[in-house]
């Protein structure tokens, strides 16, 4: 998948902006908090992937042996992204059903990074966190919902994929334990078949096509082809027309009188899944709102335990300034500019990690926790952030999880009345 998004290149930014950037100190960590410090940097954009969650002990996705990708043989797959793809779940629910129990959040503790991005908010120079994780970690670091953005959706809540009716997605879960997969009990309105066009509307077509016939047999006189050819195509058009009104015409007593002795609603019976973003569904209309708009506002954009894969999220990397740096704690080198093997295209988006004209990407190749232990420790910050980690309590065992799903009932009940030829759900 290509990338939209464009940036200068290096050489179309002055020698003087791009010094200004890192003001003639190293592309490194310790630069970077020397810059928090003097308030240089105030805004600071988060992008995190499955990485920062593995030191709770959640497999990434992508890691060879360790990764989920590489652990779902039991679950018979096509290919392993299918778990999480729509076409597939609506003929094949129960791998995503099992694999979404084995996930579903609780449990889990924070590592130090989800303590080091609720300690960013805490000292004023947190902008917004993206994660791509649905595993809730943040939130449960006290990072605060309007700081926010679950771009890969959450366990919050949950729809039918035909109707997109609300479900509880508690009631969810406590099927799915059951052993049961869940489907959606709305009912929705069967409507009377579409009328046929009246006679009027019939009657304007028959007149729109005798007066092309009127006109071709002038353009024959003329020997114009052009129009020949233009008034050929209208009136094959026209006839189709005709040709549709009649049958429908033709049919319509028929279907009336079968919709009017037959039931006027039915069960949807659609399955119901957790709003998480599957391939083949869009990114809610948070990050499509808030990606631009934060990207430009961004002082710093720090890219946390990813593998960039995945579009549009991978994105966030051109919406900030070509004048803001960028850092990357993560295990790999990810995301570079000139990366030109599949599944991604950067273009000039992508990292300059190794670039010699590279003047505002830094890299630090190690484990998220031991990457913000050493930003905190150039920032001082070592004490509040171990001050987090200890008075973090994790939920006692068999309560709720603390992600907070929607209340049980309202939705449970409410039936959604939709038509009959309702439309396949997708995310905003
Ligand atoms: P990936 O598994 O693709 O990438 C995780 C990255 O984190 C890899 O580069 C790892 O090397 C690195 N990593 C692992 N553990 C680390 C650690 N402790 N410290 C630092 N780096 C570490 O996961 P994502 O990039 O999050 O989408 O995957 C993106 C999306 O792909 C997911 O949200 C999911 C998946 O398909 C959907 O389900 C829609």
């Not at 592309?27 to 030191?55: M, P, T, Y």
């Not at 579903?104 to 990074?113: H, L, R």
């Not at 990366?339 to 990292?351: D, K, R, V």
Request: glycine share 8%; aromatic share 8%.
């Amino acid at each position: 998948m290509g990338a939209s998004l464009s940036v200068p290149e290096p050489q179309d930014i002055s020698t003087e902006d791009r010094f200004n950037v890192f003001r003639g100190l190293p592309l490194s960590l310790s630069s970077l908090a020397q810059f928090i410090k003097d308030g240089h940097i105030k805004r600071i954009l988060v992008a995190a992937g499955a990485g920062i969650s593995v030191a709770a002990g959640i497999p990434d996705f992508r890691t060879p042996g360790t990764g989920l990708y590489d652990n779902l043989q039991n679950y018979d797959l096509p290919t392993p992204e299918s778990v999480f793809t729509l076409d597939y779940f609506r003929d094949h629910p129960q791998p995503f059903c099992t694999l979404a129990n084995e996930l579903w959040p609780g449990g889990f503790k924070p590592t130090t990074t989800h303590h080091f991005l609720r300690l960013l908010e805490l000292r004023g120079v947190l902008l917004r966190v993206f994660t791509q994780n649905i595993d809730g970690l943040e939130r449960l670091a006290g990072v605060s919902e309007e700081l926010l953005v679950e771009a890969h959706g959450s366990f919050a809540d949950a729809h039918c994929i035909e109707c997109a009716g609300q479900h509880c997605v508690l009631d969810w879960h406590e099927q799915i334990q059951a052993g049961s997969i869940p489907r959606c009990g709305c009912t929705l309105v069967i409507p009377p078949p579409t009328s046929p066009p009246d006679e009027e509307q019939v009657k304007i077509l028959r007149q729109e096509l005798s007066s092309i016939v009127q006109q071709k047999a002038k353009a024959w006189a003329v020997t114009n082809w052009q129009m020949l050819t233009d008034l050929g195509m209208k009136e094959v058009r026209l006839k189709e027309k005709i040709a549709e009104a009649e049958q429908q015409t033709a049919a319509f007593p028929a279907l009336l009188a079968e919709w009017e002795a037959g039931p006027k609603d039915k069960l949807c019976d659609g399955f119901i899944k957790p709003d998480i973003v599957f391939f083949g569904e869009g990114l809610p209309a948070r990050f499509s709102y808030l990606a631009p708009k934060d990207g430009g506002r961004a002082d710093l954009l720090i890219v946390l335990g990813t593998s960039l894969s995945v579009m549009p999220f991978a994105g966030l990397l051109g919406r900030v300034p070509a004048l803001c740096p960028r850092l990357l704690i993560n295990r790999q080198a990810v995301g570079l500019h000139d990366q030109e093997s599949p599944p991604m295209f950067f273009g000039n988006i992508g990292l300059r990690l190794t670039d010699p004209q590279n003047y505002r990407d830094v890299h630090a190749a190690m484990d998220c926790d031991d990457g913000v232990r050493e930003l905190c420790g150039h920032l001082g910050w070592t004490e509040e952030l171990n001050a987090l980690e200890r008075a973090y309590q994790l939920p006692a065992s068999g309560s709720r999880p603390e992600v907070p799903h929607r209340k049980r009932r309202q939705h449970k009940l409410k039936a959604v009345r939709l038509r009959f030829s309702h439309q396949r759900f997708t995310m905003p």
